[in-house]
């Protein structure tokens, strides 16, 4: 029974490329969460979706960043235009059904942009 | 305002001692959890304690839950080199609707050999 996938695991941008973060969550699981996290510090809400809707999306910067989980596919979280502030851990989560409480997360996807 | 602070920021004990780490909230929750987050890995969630639950076990982890102080504790007894990691309490928003999850700036554990 695996895990959350997340790919790529790393992953370095120049300013201004964008950067595309894949999420397949657990077998199951149609509720999807995104938090970043910046070095020693602890993660940060970002987006939380459920099969092809947009549930709160109260953390996610206004501009450059958009988020989805399609019908059929892993969930994507995009970042345009990427800048320097972006270089971050960025991780998926994933839950069965509301409200479970528990999030099984993945590895996450550190970004670098140089 | 920032939810689930844990303290201390940072503990170094010796193998076989106990540790304990806090952390406060402020707001109504439905549950708060505890996960593990090892030096550049993901978080591993460790335990999930309800409002209505005053403290919870599993294994070597103790975790006690006070509502009216708004806050929550995580016991490591006999403690192990392997449990050296980063320990956050995460606290869900208390309200219909959304499901994020709030993280601390979590406690860092040393356990030394």
């Known amino acids: 029974n695996a895990g959350v996938m997340q790919n790529p695991r790393h992953l370095v941008r120049r300013r201004g490329q964008e950067a595309r973060l894949r999420c397949s969550p657990m077998k199951g699981h149609s509720h999807v969460y995104w938090y970043r996290q910046l070095p020693e510090e602890g993660l940060k809400f970002m987006v939380y979706l459920q099969k092809e809707n947009i549930i709160d999306e109260s953390g996610m910067p206004k501009e450059r960043f958009s988020a989805e989980f399609p019908k059929e596919g892993p969930s994507i979280l995009r970042i345009q235009q990427v800048v320097r502030g972006d270089s971050a851990a960025y991780f998926c989560a994933s839950s069965r059904t509301r409200p479970s409480g528990e999030q099984f997360f993945g590895p996450g996807t550190r970004l670098t942009v140089l | 305002s920032q939810q689930g602070e844990e303290d201390p920021q940072a503990l170094s004990i010796q193998e076989g001692e106990n540790a304990t780490m806090n952390c406060s909230y402020k707001?109504?929750?439905?549950?708060l959890q505890w996960y593990r987050q090892n030096s550049g890995r993901g978080l591993v969630h460790l335990i999930l304690i309800r409002s209505n639950e005053r403290e919870k076990h599993s294994g070597r982890l103790r975790v006690t839950l006070d509502t009216s102080k708004k806050s929550s504790s995580l016991l490591i007894t006999a403690s192990r080199a392997a449990d050296t990691a980063s320990y956050f309490c995460?606290?869900?928003?208390?309200?219909?609707?959304?499901?994020?999850?709030?993280f601390g700036k979590g406690t860092k554990l040393t356990v030394n050999p």
């Open positions: 707001t109504s929750i439905n549950n």
């Open positions: 995460a606290t869900d928003a208390g309200s219909s609707g959304s499901e994020k999850l709030v």
